[in-house]
């Protein structure tokens, strides 16, 4: 089963899938669009036009990898030294399949109802209460959890597995400060049965920067084909074990590899990609003066083709050469110009960041290595970003955060949006003070985690004019903050919040909206920092609770009497209602106003044909629209068409006539 595109999937709590299930899943909060699998790798090597493999910001077509996947090397009883890989050099996701060295497995296994044991595959679970999918055992607001075993005979015919099992936890927050970074937690077990020794783990990536908007990744032979070769790496290496140079003044701790573009591709990929790593859970033992973290860089095709030392030739005079193994143990620190290589310059780069050794790893044991993929809009937010998921990893992934996103409800009038929520309370009914984590309390009275203490600051309503939400990244930046609220207390702007209507919910609304035009509103909660070390302030996810509306009126009604009317009329394709974008065909609408709660709707041909029939039950809004499409699902034709609405509550009937013209 493969599953493509963006998933925003409605699960249980724990989706159950069968034994020996190919997942193919995206990341959907933050602004990283981040391919995934529970074979080992990451990313699509482009194999699927318009699949987002790293996008960043997100619906901005920037892509930032390639292709990418966890290496584990070990000495086994015998005293072999094997590698293995989920990613190496490889064109395409054919050529990398044939190389890669995990099989996907099982996550966990419990027993239902009936006491029968379930195998789950894969596993989506949110730590947000507004969330569907809210578990009280995800550790972020997008908690996946993939595995995978090294029990796999590769095409290549050159693998020799360790005996290793991984559960993958992939950790993604929709919060402003935190939506920067994806954290992947890799657990290694030892199911081989013997004991490994001298164990190292790195991440290896095919980093490339570019965007798809300008450049054709996904065929040979176009006019403007993908550019691989401009792309500029480094690293930023521990204070005391690297050159200064290549350091961080106020982040002395960090390891960590990075990618940007050259050109910037006329300034739609002019940001930054990284991976970090952010700790193991036991202590590396190398030999003294060698680094206990390598960062190796080659141009692509770099990779060594066996795991230990081997000639490239049948010659038994010909030198050795290192195999993977020796490259994940050699404390190298591949940045600027060596002896041995210019990394300076740009080109089609790859690299490892990799750690070790780690003496021991019995039979049934279980190591974590945690890597962060960062971006940022240059090297100094690229920085700060990957900082903010040390903290989250430091701190056991107890991300500090601020109240959620209210749930909102909308309602309409005449060019007019109002937006309606609940403030929540300190006590229940009874006046029993609620517990901290209550889902009542949110978001006036969300309790933070590091103080205990109420947090509440404030709320941002957000506005972004469009068919397609697509993704927080892009799309904040050009939406509109219609509001911004802010308790009376000495902090902050102190401008009060919205007033509460006769339910005691808060309410906001805006106006001189254009009827039939799509609108997406968020309504955002803050807070304010607790630590010194903490961003300005805690901001909730933008895209937490985005809803997409067509203004327009309220239902005709025995009150409210209204002619039904049809806009725009004429119609003609191409113009503003049908948005903008590759299928626009999708995009197309006439809308039908002034219509009752319950009605049908039907579209006639002038002989009398019945072309499409439309049910409308709404009501709290008078108007529908029609994609111009038949009931057959064909396009219609340019002409002159009838319509009926007939009123459902009352029988009676009203008509019109409508105009296509493309």
């Not at 789950?120 to 996946?144: I, K, P």
Request: glycine share 10%; with cysteine; net charge negative.
């Amino acid at each position: 089963l493969i599953l493509l595109g963006i998933l925003f999937i409605a699960l249980t709590s724990a989706k159950p899938l069968r034994a020996g299930t190919y997942e193919v899943l995206h990341t959907v909060k933050g602004n990283i669009v981040l391919n995934l699998t529970n074979l080992g790798y990451f990313g699509t090597a482009f194999g699927y036009p318009f699949v987002p493999s790293c996008e960043y910001p997100s619906s901005s077509r920037a892509e930032h990898i390639y292709r990418g996947g966890l290496w584990v090397g070990a000495r086994t009883p015998d005293g072999e030294l094997r590698v293995t890989t989920g990613a190496q050099d490889a064109n395409g996701l054919t050529e990398g399949d044939d190389v890669r060295e995990f099989i996907h497995d099982i996550v966990f296994s419990i027993p239902d109802s009936n006491g029968v044991m379930t195998d789950y595959d894969f596993v989506h679970w949110s730590e947000s209460q507004n969330d569907t999918l809210f578990d009280s055992r995800a550790l972020a607001d997008m908690h996946y959890e993939l595995a995978f075993n090294d029990y796999y005979s590769n095409e290549a015919g050159n693998h020799v597995p360790l005996g290793i099992k991984v559960v993958l936890r992939v950790l993604a927050w929709s919060d402003d400060h935190a939506a920067d970074f994806i954290i992947l937690d890799y657990r290694i077990i030892n199911i081989s049965g013997n004991e490994l020794t001298d164990v190292y783990v790195g991440m290896w990536v095919d980093t490339t920067v570019g965007s798809t908007l300008l450049r054709n990744p996904y065929e040979r032979g176009v006019p403007n084909p993908w550019n691989y070769y401009d792309d500029f790496n480094g690293a930023w290496g521990a204070q005391g074990v690297v050159d200064d140079q290549h350091t961080v003044r106020d982040d002395p701790g960090i390891w960590m590899a990075y990618e940007r573009d050259d050109d910037t591709d006329e300034g739609l990929a002019s940001t930054w990609i990284g991976y970090r790593l952010l700790g193991v859970d036991r202590v590396a033992a190398p030999e003294p003066g060698v680094s206990p973290v390598s960062y190796n860089a080659w141009a692509f095709r770099g990779v060594p083709e066996f795991d230990s030392w081997y000639r490239e030739s049948n010659d038994p005079d010909a030198p050795q050469v290192p195999g993977k193994y020796q490259i994940m143990s050699n404390g190298e620190f591949d940045v600027g110009v060596t002896q041995e290589e210019d990394f300076s310059g740009a080109g089609n780069w790859v690299s490892l960041l990799s750690t070790g050794p780690f003496p021991t790893f019995a039979p049934g044991d279980t190591m974590s290595a945690t890597y962060a993929i960062v971006a940022g809009e240059d090297s100094l937010s690229l920085l700060e970003n990957s900082k903010v998921a040390q903290l989250a990893y430091d701190d056991n992934f107890n991300l500090p955060s601020g109240p959620p996103s209210p749930i909102i409800d909308l309602a309409f009038a005449d060019n007019t949006v109002t937006i309606t929520w609940e403030p929540g309370r300190r006590e229940d009914e009874d006046g029993v003070v609620l517990e901290p984590d209550s889902p009542l309390r949110q978001p006036e009275y969300h309790v933070s985690r590091l103080t205990g203490n109420e947090d509440f600051q404030g709320y941002q309503i957000w506005r972004y004019q469009a068919e397609d939400f697509g993704g927080a990244g892009l799309h904040k930046q050009a939406s509109q903050l219609l509001g911004q609220f802010d308790v009376i207390d000495g902090i902050g702007f102190d401008t009060g919040l919205p007033p509460l209507d006769e339910e005691g919910r808060r309410v906001f609304v805006d106006d001189n909206l254009l009827s039939g035009f799509p609108y997406w509103y968020s309504v955002t909660s803050c807070s304010t920092p607790v630590r010194e070390e903490d961003p300005p302030y805690y901001a909730s996810g933008y895209m937490d609770n985005g809803i997409k509306v067509y203004p327009g009126p309220a239902p005709a009604s025995e009150g409210n009497p209204q002619k039904v009317g049809v806009f725009p009329n004429p119609y003609r394709a191409g113009s503003l209602f049908d948005g903008r974008g590759e299928d626009v065909e999708r995009n197309r609408k006439i809308w039908f106003t002034g219509l009752p709660a319950r009605c049908t709707i039907r579209i006639f041909t002038v002989a009398g044909e019945l072309v499409q029939t439309l049910h409308h039950d709404n009501p709290v809004q008078g108007q529908a629209s029609w994609d111009l499409l038949s009931s057959y699902g064909r396009v219609i034709a340019t002409g002159l068409y009838i319509f009926s609405v007939e009123d459902l509550a009352t029988g009676e009937t009203q008509r019109g006539k409508l105009v296509i013209i493309k």
